[in-house]
């Protein structure tokens, strides 16, 4: 895939190793998808992959999303559509129009419309408001059985077989829900949800797996939020720099920072049983980042 600022070359990203996260009892690896692109998300090229495709089939001109004004995945579709030539509309909660993430959508070609908080819960009536444009609609972060099937593309795609243990930060679930559909009956999926009491999760999960699906090789870990979304207190950036300097991995104060953290502390706990072959997902998300005001972090 390619857009204006550089070619998304699927073999940027890499599997590494972690050596100060590995001990005597397990190796520890990660799949840098950061790598792939400075701005847009890792996972984001992954899931938009089969609603791009689609779109592009049934002949839409226009895709249009839903997301907050640091909304990763706004930015990504974005990028993709401009790609695809394919024009892009995004529905931001709220009226702050200021972020980094919206100035990139909007440089990326995306057309916004600001919708308050109440308007922005009832989404169908968005939908049907702009019904007479024949949009072709993505759920708010792409959550939907074809990012999941695009999601799913990863641990081929990178050759994860090896490992036992995969873990990805979940907002949606939907790039989890991929993850476990792709994945082999010795290896177990594990998530660490980056939103506070997100009870309806697995159940979303479970909604983006095959009806006949009766795997139960996974499990979500709620209590890594570090307050809820996006949180960042001083402790999340204070691992953050720490991580940086242990490892020269760059992680997001969203997603990426709280999955490391998580990581560390599962490993630190012995949740892992003794050989197990650790493959943590980054999933990109660093542009958001830039919303922290210079100097919190090293990287
Ligand atoms: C969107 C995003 C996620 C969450 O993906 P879901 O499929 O919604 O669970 C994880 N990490 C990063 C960096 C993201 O931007």
Known sequence: MTNSSGTIDVKAATIEEIPAFSNAAITASILRLDRLHPVVSGNK????KYYLEEAKEKGFSTIASFGGAYSNHLVALAHACREADIHSVGFVRGE?????????????????????RDAYKHKEQIQLQYAHKNWY???EGGYGY???????IML????????????CACGTGTTMAGLIRSSLPHQQIIGVSVLKNHTGLEENIRALLDDSSTQDNWRVYHDFHFGGYAKHPQALLDFMNDCWRETGIPT????????LYATKQLIQQNA????????LIHSGGLQGNLSLPANKLEF
């Open 156 to 167: 081929t795609m990178y050759h994860c077989s090896t490992f036992t243990h995969i873990l």
């Open 272 to 279: 892992f049983p003794s050989g197990s072959n650790i493959l």
């Open 146 to 152: 074809g990012g999941a099937e695009g999601a799913a």
């Open 137 to 139: 609609w993505v759920d």
């Open 252 to 259: 997001d104060i969203v997603y990426t920072g709280k999955l």
């Open 96 to 116: 702050d129009g200021d972020s980094h993430s919206l100035a990139a959508a909007r440089a990326a070609g995306m057309e916004l419309f600001f919708v308050d």
């Open 45 to 48: 090229w992954f899931k938009l």
